[in-house]
């Protein structure tokens, strides 16, 4: 099956267990993988045969700037659901980094990938 991906997609949200980050807007940073059948694209050169992912990206980025999350996990399930009900994708991979949220690290984060299967 073929991919399709986004990476490093920034946003601020509200994210964490903690008192002060429920106070404020942190970054994080989304990569999108998609699963889907670019066999029509591929052969036509139309944008109505393939996922628009200008379209994934808006969506998902004003998703993420309303929500209140405690848990990347949990964010991170939550742009699964809404990629997979929302757009003509068989399976997504959604990794969720959290930069800085643990001292002496560059990165911390999560990757859940889910299916229409699943």
């Known amino acids: 099956m073929d991919r399709i991906f986004i990476t490093a997609l920034a946003a601020d949200a509200i994210i964490g267990i903690h008192d002060w980050e429920r106070e404020v807007r942190q970054r994080i940073e989304i990569d999108l993988e998609m699963w889907v059948d670019l066999k029509a694209a591929a052969q036509s050169d139309a944008i109505e045969d393939t996922l628009n992912y200008r379209s994934v990206a808006k969506r ?23 990629v997979l009900t929302e757009f003509a994708v068989a399976r997504v991979r959604v990794t969720v980094h959290k930069p800085g949220a643990v001292r ?15």
């Open 104 to 118: 002496h690290s560059k990165d911390v984060g999560v990757v859940i990938e889910r299916g229409r299967d699943a």
């Open 60 to 82: 998902i980025l004003a998703f993420v700037q309303d929500s209140s999350f405690r848990l990347v996990e949990a964010l991170a399930g939550e742009i699964a659901r809404i």
